[in-house]
């Protein structure tokens, strides 16, 4: 495939524009919401393959890349020029069922346009500030400040909710306005938060889930001793102390499993007897660990 030379028609017109700023008295903001025009750029590359795959159906002696060139300029052209005319009509689609072989066609032809670097994302990019421009003519996606002075101009720059900043989370690197600030910092995967389960931990966003099911010393669990009857469930941490509040009852479900026959009343009595060859030490230690089944560890 062919690459194309530059958008030049896009270049020229950029250009116009800022021999206009330096012969007027006005001077604009060109801010945008990054994410917004992030998005349209994205959204170009499938939208041509679709013209092109579209365009070359059933046409054996063309195949998509020989009219990507072609469309690609009608594309940027409508775009940048035309989209301004239409900002008050609504345009639906319908009927745009694809076969599945034609959506491979889409697909492959994608990934060839990205591969080969046939029409790049910044440039798609300028291709979408200018849609911006030309269709958000309530500044909800781009700013329109003016101002009488290239020095009032740079004042505003520095201040413009649309400014761009980085993430300041370690290992972020997204992008984002400042006025998306807030949103981003809500859902920032590398931002390092509070345990929701409220143990004393900070937990990187992205590793709550884990850290909640794992180790968190939060995280309710059942009884060591839930297959032989008790449904008790607590914190982790609070485990070794119920195990020993409980070491009777405890003992008594394991004599209950073992002798599925025996009485209640004789297996208490039981309880108190291997709590009396004791000597007392199984009863003022307290400690339930080495009577826990071997398959529920605490």
């Keep these: 495939m062919d690459l194309p030379t530059s958008d030049m028609e896009l270049v020229r017109e950029n250009e116009k524009i800022e021999d206009d700023k330096e012969r007027g ?7 945008y919401d990054t994410e917004i025009v992030h998005k349209l750029a994205q959204a170009f590359l499938p939208g041509l393959s679709t013209a092109c795959v579209n365009n070359t159906t059933g046409d054996m002696f063309r195949n998509p890349g020989s009219v990507a060139a072609d469309i690609r300029k009608e594309m940027v052209d409508y775009l940048t020029q035309r989209s301004e005319r239409f900002v008050a009509e609504s345009v639906v689609l319908e009927g745009w069922l694809l076969s599945e072989k034609r959506e491979d066609k889409i697909d492959d032809f994608v990934q060839e346009m990205e591969i080969s670097g046939f029409w790049l994302l910044d440039r798609r990019e300028a291709v979408a500030q200018i849609l911006v421009k030309n269709v958000d ?6 700013c329109d400040k003016k101002s009488n002075t290239a020095e009032e101009l740079a004042e505003h720059v520095v201040n413009c909710g649309f ?21 981003h910092d809500s859902a920032c995967p590398f931002k390092i938060i509070p345990c929701e389960q409220q143990c004393s931990e900070n937990v990187l966003r992205r590793e709550m889930d884990r850290h909640c099911i794992t180790v968190c010393r939060m995280k309710i669990v059942s009884c060591p001793f839930y ?51 004791s000597s007392g030490g199984l009863a003022d230690a307290r400690d339930a660990r080495s009577l826990i089944p071997q398959s529920q560890g605490c």
């Design 227 to 277: 297959a032989v009857g008790c449904q008790s469930t607590m914190p982790h941490f609070r485990i070794q102390q119920h195990c020993s509040d409980n070491l009777l009852s405890h003992l008594l479900y394991t004599l209950k499993t073992i002798h599925k026959g025996g009485s209640e009343e004789d297996l208490k009595k039981r309880v108190d007897q291997i709590v009396e060859s």
């Design 137 to 142: 003519l309530k500044n909800i996606f781009h």
């Design 163 to 183: 400014r761009t900043m980085n993430c300041t989370n370690e290992g972020c690197s997204t992008v984002f306005c400042v006025s998306h600030l807030e949103k």
């Design 25 to 31: 008295l006005t001077f604009h903001c060109e801010l």
